[in-house]
């Protein structure tokens, strides 16, 4: 019996259908709750504000010290900082380098937190054992007095470092978690079935394995993009980072500094990048809600 | 964000450097109650031991010394009496006698004697104070000290190499009690010194050797009860706060009022402002805040500010051997853009005066040292005059931006901490005034000061900030810039000798001297060497000289200059010195010493 297979050709575009089914199902379950939209427009506004904001200002944002911790006005809309520079220009020109520095670690956290849980849970013996020895001694690395001591060693002068230093440091939960997921599912019969087929380790963690993890790794993909966010804003915060950058974490830490916790003046340049990360963090959870449903089939209402 | 931590330390580094008489009302120095101060860190396990950097000793209050320095901008010999009720120097400045208070007693009752003082004075060497260096030959070293009676003791400068610091030196020696410590310094100590002092080549080695381990050991002990000769003797410490009860046996225990002080931590900026903002401190050493939290301070009752000189300045500092910056119309060009006052607006707006010449000096000092200000160069701002020192020193401007001769974006890279905010807050403005004129100039902050003391010492910064003119003496201040910082060590011969950039502490790397229209060839270093062993009359030149050179080749742009300003309230306490009163550059416990600081009448 012969049986014929149909295989694509290059011009054949058998991802579209695919890619399109992925979009019109995620608009399908953003529409199903209205909080899903608010967040996805929120985490839409921040990513805008990241990529387009900073071509809005100048280079160098003017200063007027004689209008220091002003109040919010016509002119300044959350008010001026402490050499009067607008706050409104330091938050949007300030989130570039905390949205990449997050999304490059939380990716840097996935890709490699995933490779490795994936990796070590198909392949288990002599691998899974090194692997996880090596995560579980990234684990136990506290993280932020390890980065306390790194930045006496980095200047973290852009956000790729930053990024990369982070995720470096924090994928070892992520891998762990895929391992166990992966274990799980190397004893289900579609997997059992894949290896009696003869087909590749390759090919079964990418095409068998990671498609069922894929809903943890993307929510974590995200949540990772918040926490994130306020360990480098809490590291700006502490000063023990260089303060070069506009950056939220040093807005605050100025603000602090500068006594507007005891005195109110010039309140609004203290909220405005607190308001910001909680806005972004709110915008997130939201957004997770709706993909954990377009990842999971299992949680599809229709 | 221990802003305050600036001038703090400043003030410590000025050796013995630390109000609106605020009432007239009827006031007793008998009234007892707590006065609550704010001096220092408090480090529960810190010994009792003045010589120790975390001490449980308190300057003014359970620590003494011979006398306290009124830190006169031209005069640092000038002294009110402490342990030395008074005191008489020969003419040439190299035999001291003091004669110590008649009726100074420990707080344990027994009598404070020359034994004392020549005890004080062997651990002085061994602590390797400036008067008291156990080598042989030793520019403006002590070289003997003699009992005279039980109340009087004499001193012995080096007289081949007197130095005019050496009088000021001893006076600032702390003095410990015999009964207590002598147990701790071997009997034989003054025949070490000796050996040291005079002894053959090996002997003086051995000796040496023996008093700085002794040196070593004496650093960490302290008596596990305190016995103080001052007003105050520590009853106990916690992390947070030093108690202290009135010694009875004072010898001015009269004039104490509090029968207790309470010494917060110096923990940061924001918890002293909190326990201002309560009205729970009656006094507190400099404390730098923002124009609204004084305002909030000074609405909180009985809270009021006296404020006086102080010989402390907020400076870039250059490192010249990091090109362009080794280049002075780089250095020149570069003060003539910067705003100072707008600088000190942002940086250090209730604590600071913008200082008004590059020239090394406060304005205080300036006029105290009579420096003519007709030939310094202000550096107002004027991009057209930075544009032409650019240009000479080979800078091009390209679409507005400054570039380096080889086409390289011209950078500024300017390092604060985060400990000092005013420091981050006027390198902020720096950076966006350089940046406005078309300058790269990028702001990093080291994490504490304690590293970015290290890394500046290692010559890591390009362009720093940097505490100059430190006073009261003329030596003092220029030694800042011209110093061991910049190359220029002081021999034991009296002389100087230059380091390159990179060595023996040499982080500013000026050159060794520099042409000057007017001044000619001038080594810097060798002036302020000068400073240290000439009169007053032929310091005021060498200080006017140095203030030309320094203005002409700017190793340094000073942005403000520090007001000595101290928070007290008058709801517990009246009779705090006035506005710009000496006393005001040292503690509290030194106040009361001095008969200020009352009880109020209830």
């Given at each position: 019996m012969v049986t014929a297979v149909e295989i694509p050709t290059g011009n054949t575009p058998a991802l579209t259908p695919a890619r399109r089914g992925f979009w019109r199902n995620l608009w399908r379950?953003?529409?199903?709750?209205?909080?899903?939209?608010?967040?996805?427009?929120?985490?839409?506004?921040?990513?805008?504000?990241?990529?387009?904001?900073?071509?809005?200002?100048?280079?160098?944002?003017?200063?007027?010290?004689?209008?220091?911790?002003?109040?919010?006005?016509?002119?300044?809309?959350?008010?001026?900082?402490?050499?009067?520079?607008?706050?409104?220009?330091?938050?949007?020109?300030?989130?570039?380098?905390?949205?990449?520095?997050?999304?490059?670690?939380?990716?840097?956290?996935?890709?490699?937190?995933?490779?490795?849980?994936?990796?070590?849970?198909?392949?288990?013996?002599?691998?899974?054992?090194?692997?996880?020895?090596?995560?579980?001694?990234?684990?136990?690395?506290?993280?932020?007095?390890?980065?306390?001591?790194?930045?006496?060693?980095?200047?973290?002068?852009?956000?790729?470092?930053?990024?990369?230093?982070?995720?470096?440091?924090?994928?070892?939960?992520?891998?762990?978690?895929?391992?166990?997921?992966?274990?799980?599912?190397?004893?289900?019969?579609?997997?059992?079935?894949?290896?009696?087929?003869?087909?590749?380790?390759?090919?079964?963690?990418?095409?068998?394995?990671?498609?069922?993890?894929?809903?943890?790794?993307?929510?974590?993909?995200?949540?990772?993009?918040?926490?994130?966010?306020y360990l480098e804003v809490g590291l700006f915060f502490l000063g023990v980072l260089p303060f070069n950058e506009n950056n939220w974490g040093v807005m605050i830490s100025q603000a602090v500094q500068n006594g507007v916790t005891q005195t109110g003046q010039g309140l609004a340049y203290l909220l405005s990048p607190l308001v910001a990360i909680l806005l972004l963090t709110l915008g997130i959870v939201l957004l997770v809600d709706a993909m954990d449903e377009v990842f999971n089939p299992r949680l599809r209402e229709d | 964000m221990r802003r305050t931590a600036v001038a703090a330390t400043a003030l410590a580094l000025c050796a013995t450097l630390a109000a609106t008489s605020c009432s007239s009302s009827s006031s007793s120095s008998k009234g007892g109650g707590t006065f609550t101060a704010i001096l220092t860190q408090i480090d529960s396990k810190a010994p009792i031991n003045p010589y120790n950097q975390s001490t449980n000793s308190f300057r003014g209050y359970n620590a003494m010394m011979l006398g306290w320095s009124k830190n006169t901008a031209t005069d640092p010999n000038k002294f009110y009496p402490a342990i030395a009720k008074s005191w008489e120097l020969s003419p040439d400045g190299t035999k001291l006698t003091v004669h110590i208070q008649p009726n100074a007693k420990w707080s344990d009752g027994k009598p404070v004697t020359g034994d004392d003082l020549k005890l004080s004075a062997a651990v002085a060497y061994a602590e390797g104070g400036s008067a008291f260096a156990a080598i042989p030959g030793t520019a403006g070293g002590t070289v003997d000290v003699k009992v005279i009676d039980d109340k009087t003791v004499e001193f012995d400068q080096n007289a081949t190499k007197p130095l005019?610091?050496?009088?000021?030196?001893?006076?600032?020696?702390?003095?410990?009690?015999?009964?207590?410590?002598?147990?701790?310094?071997?009997?034989?100590?003054?025949?070490?010194?000796?050996?040291?002092?005079?002894?053959?080549?090996?002997?003086?080695?051995?000796?040496?050797?023996?008093?700085?381990?002794?040196?070593?050991?004496?650093?960490?002990?302290?008596?596990?009860?305190?016995?103080?000769?001052?007003?105050?003797?520590?009853?106990?410490?916690?992390?947070?706060?030093?108690?202290?009860?009135?010694?009875?046996?004072?010898?001015?225990?009269?004039?104490?009022?509090?029968?207790?002080?309470?010494?917060?931590?110096?923990?940061?900026?924001?918890?002293?402002?909190?326990?201002l903002l309560k009205g729970e401190i009656?006094?507190?050493?400099?404390?730098?805040?923002?124009?609204?939290?004084?305002?909030?301070?000074?609405?909180?009752?009985?809270?009021?500010?006296?404020?006086?000189?102080?010989?402390?300045?907020?400076?870039?500092?250059?490192?010249?051997?990091?090109?362009?910056?080794?280049?002075?119309?780089?250095?020149?060009?570069?003060?003539?853009?910067?705003?100072?006052?707008?600088?000190?607006?942002?940086?250090?707006?209730?604590?600071?005066?913008?200082?008004p010449y590059p020239a090394g000096l406060t304005a205080a000092q300036i006029q105290g040292w009579g420096v003519s200000t007709s030939g310094l160069n202000a550096y107002s701002v004027d991009t057209a005059k930075a544009a032409t020192e650019f240009q000479q020193a080979g800078l091009k401007q390209a679409g507005g931006k400054w570039t380096l001769p080889d086409g390289k974006p011209f950078t500024v890279p300017i390092q604060t901490t985060s400990d000092f905010n005013d420091w981050t807050s006027g390198a902020s403005n720096v950076a966006a005034q350089l940046q406005a004129a078309g300058v790269d100039a990028k702001v990093t902050a080291s994490s504490d000061y304690a590293t970015y003391l290290a890394d500046l010492a290692a010559g890591k910064f390009t362009v720093s900030w940097w505490l100059t003119a430190l006073g009261p003496s003329a030596y003092n201040i220029y030694q800042r810039l011209y110093g061991a910082a910049n190359g220029w060590t002081l021999g034991t011969g009296g002389g100087v000798a230059h380091s390159a950039a990179g060595q023996s502490g040499n982080w500013m790397g000026e050159a060794e001297s520099a042409d000057v229209s007017g001044l000619g060839t001038v080594n810097p270093g060798e002036l302020t060497n000068q400073l240290s062993q000439v009169p007053p009359d032929q310091q005021k030149q060498i200080v006017a000289k140095l203030a030309a050179f320094t203005n002409d080749q700017v190793p340094a742009i000073a942005m403000w200059d520090y007001v000595n300003q101290n928070f007290v309230n008058t709801n517990r306490f009246t009779g705090f010195p006035p506005n710009d009163a000496d006393v005001l550059r040292q503690p509290q416990g030194v106040w009361m010493q001095l008969g200020y600081i009352k009880a109020k009448a209830k």
């Open positions: 379950v953003l529409r199903r709750k209205p909080t899903r939209v608010a967040g996805a427009v929120i985490v839409a506004l921040f990513v805008v504000m990241g990529v387009v904001g900073p071509f809005l200002y100048p280079a160098n944002l003017p200063t007027d010290p004689g209008n220091a911790y002003a109040g919010p006005s016509g002119s300044h809309l959350l008010g001026t900082d402490f050499q009067g520079t607008d706050v409104l220009a330091l938050l949007v020109t300030g989130s570039r380098y905390v949205l990449v520095a997050a999304v490059i670690a939380a990716a840097c956290t996935v890709v490699v937190g995933t490779g490795i849980g994936l990796y070590a849970g198909y392949r288990r013996g002599g691998p899974d054992s090194v692997l996880m020895r090596i995560t579980d001694f990234i684990i136990t690395i506290p993280g932020l007095p390890l980065l306390l001591v790194l930045s006496t060693l980095w200047k973290y002068s852009n956000p790729l470092t930053m990024g990369l230093v982070l995720g470096v440091t924090g994928w070892g939960s992520v891998a762990r978690a895929v391992r166990s997921q992966t274990l799980s599912l190397r004893e289900r019969g579609f997997i059992e079935a894949a290896r009696g087929l003869g087909l590749s380790t390759a090919h079964v963690v990418r095409k068998e394995l990671l498609p069922n993890v894929a809903p943890y790794v993307a929510m974590n993909l995200l949540i990772s993009v918040t926490v994130y966010i | 005019n610091t050496w009088f000021a030196n001893v006076m600032t020696m702390y003095v410990l009690p015999a009964h207590v410590w002598s147990a701790q310094v071997p009997s034989d100590i003054w025949d070490t010194i000796h050996t040291a002092l005079t002894g053959s080549a090996a002997d003086a080695k051995t000796a040496q050797d023996t008093i700085t381990a002794l040196g070593k050991k004496l650093i960490g002990w302290g008596p596990d009860k305190d016995v103080s000769a001052g007003p105050f003797t520590l009853t106990r410490v916690t992390t947070s706060e030093a108690l202290l009860t009135k010694n009875k046996n004072f010898y001015d225990a009269d004039k104490i009022a509090p029968s207790q002080v309470v010494i917060k931590n110096y923990q940061d900026n924001s918890t002293i402002v909190n326990l009656d006094g507190s050493v400099y404390v730098a805040v923002s124009q609204s939290q004084l305002d909030k301070i000074l609405a909180v009752k009985g809270n009021q500010v006296v404020s006086g000189a102080s010989p402390v300045q907020a400076s870039l500092v250059f490192n010249e051997s990091k090109k362009p910056f080794d280049n002075v119309h780089v250095r020149r060009g570069l003060a003539y853009l910067i705003d100072r006052a707008q600088v000190t607006k942002v940086g250090e707006s209730s604590s600071g005066k913008a200082s």
